[in-house]
Every structure is written in structure tokens, then in C-alpha cells.
């Protein structure tokens, strides 16, 4: 059966309906690559990833960017629970300086957007040439604070959502699409 027709899948307990199929995703993270190496032409750029839920998307992304990358990653405590980022803290950080550097931080999801936000306050203290924020997924209903995401693949509804990179209690990041867990 052809990607774009599966509408759910069994995981072992986990009943997770299809909102983003492989394809769909697959012909969205090409267009974000393409679109990264016109206006980052001739330029190198440091990819950050944020773990360990940006891991998938950012494995598929370098790979459609025509230009010298290099990678990072970044890892950060979750603040579930609290309702602001004070409790945000690095729990691992950057493995080289960017200072000078094109930065493009990758994230799975901008949700509140609290994360996001922290994040690029902490690394632009660093002085990079530019930061610019891709995230695959973005929950505008959900906006606590206007982050700029200069690079956005999908906006999607108030769900939690799974795969590619995202999980639900450690487990389904596997899973090739996005989905919602149904049972
Ligand atoms: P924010 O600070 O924008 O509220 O949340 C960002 C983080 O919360 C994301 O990087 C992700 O780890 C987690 N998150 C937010 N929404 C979802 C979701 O629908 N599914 C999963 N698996 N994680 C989410």
C-alpha cells in the first residue's frame, strides 16, 4: 500500500494514526534543503541539533543541503511541569566555538515556543554571524512566545504528536512518519 494511504499503524501497544507520511515528508525536508542552500549560497553552515528529537529530521535535512556543513548538537533538560523556561539548563552544549559562524539550529517541534526562545538567548551570546531557527514541526495555537522560524516544515494542530525523531515516553521515535497515538 503506498505511504500516503496508511492510516494507522500498530507498534506494539501503540495504536498511532498517520498525520504525516513518510512521502510527505520526505518532498518537505528536500524543499527546506534546497531552500537553505540558495540562501546560504557559497556559505558554510553549522547545523545544530537539538536532542534527541531533532536526530531524524536533521539526518534527512544535511543530506539535501548542496553546501559545507558541519554538525553539532545540543542536548537540554525538559521543563514539563513548570510553566516557564527558568528551568531550562544545557545538558550537553556545543562541541565547538560559533563564534563567526552560520548557525542554523534544527528542531523537531516549536510547541510554546519557551524552549526555542531560551535556547537562541544562550547561543547568541556567543556571537555567531547569523542564527536562524529550522523546525520541522510548529503548533501555532499553542504560541506562548513569537520565535522566528525562518524555516518551518509543517504547522499542525494542539496534539502530541510521534515519530521521526519524536517520542512519547522514550518510545515510536522509530516510526517513519508523524502520527497521533490513538490507543
Ligand atoms: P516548547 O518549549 O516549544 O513548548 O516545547 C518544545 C519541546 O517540547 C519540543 O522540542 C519537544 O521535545 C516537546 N514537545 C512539544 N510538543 C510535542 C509533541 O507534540 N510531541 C512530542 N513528542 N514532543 C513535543
Redesign the pocket.
Known amino acids: 500500500m503506498p505511504d500516503s494511504l496508511q492510516a494507522t499503524r500498530r507498534l506494539g501497544a501503540d495504536e498511532v494514526e498517520v498525520l504525516l507520511p513518510a512521502d510527505r515528508l520526505r518532498a518537505r525536508v528536500g524543499e527546506i534543503g534546497r531552500e537553505i542552500t540558495r540562501d546560504y549560497a557559497g556559505k558554510p553552515v553549522v547545523l545544530v541539533g ?1 536532542l534527541k ?1 531533532a536526530l531524524v529530521f536533521l539526518a534527512d535535512l544535511m543530506r539535501s543541503i548542496d553546501l559545507p556543513v558541519s554538525l553539532d548538537f545540543v542536548g537540554l533538560s ?2 514539563v511541569g513548570t510553566q516557564t ?1 527558568g528551568s531550562i539548563e544545557l545538558t550537553a552544549d556545543l562541541t565547538r566555538p560559533i563564534e563567526g559562524k552560520h548557525v542554523i539550529l534544527v ?10 526562545q531560551w535556547l537562541l538567548g544562550r547561543l547568541a551570546e556567543r556571537r555567531p554571524a547569523s542564527l536562524a531557527v529550522c523546525a520541522l ?1 510548529v ?1 501555532p495555537s ?1 504560541a ?1 512566545v513569537q520565535v522566528p522560524v525562518r524555516y518551518q516544515g509543517f504547522e499542525i494542530a494542539d ?4 515519530g521521526y525523531g ?3 515516553e522514550g518510545r515510536l521515535r522509530n516510526l517513519p512518519f508523524v502520527g497521533v497515538v490513538r490507543g
Request: proline share 0%; charged share 30%.
Open positions: 537539538v528529537g525538559s521543563y523556561s528542531e523537531d517541534i516549536v510547541d510554546t515556543g519557551l524552549t526555542m514541526l503548533k499553542r506562548r496534539e502530541f504528536v510521534v519524536l517520542d512519547h
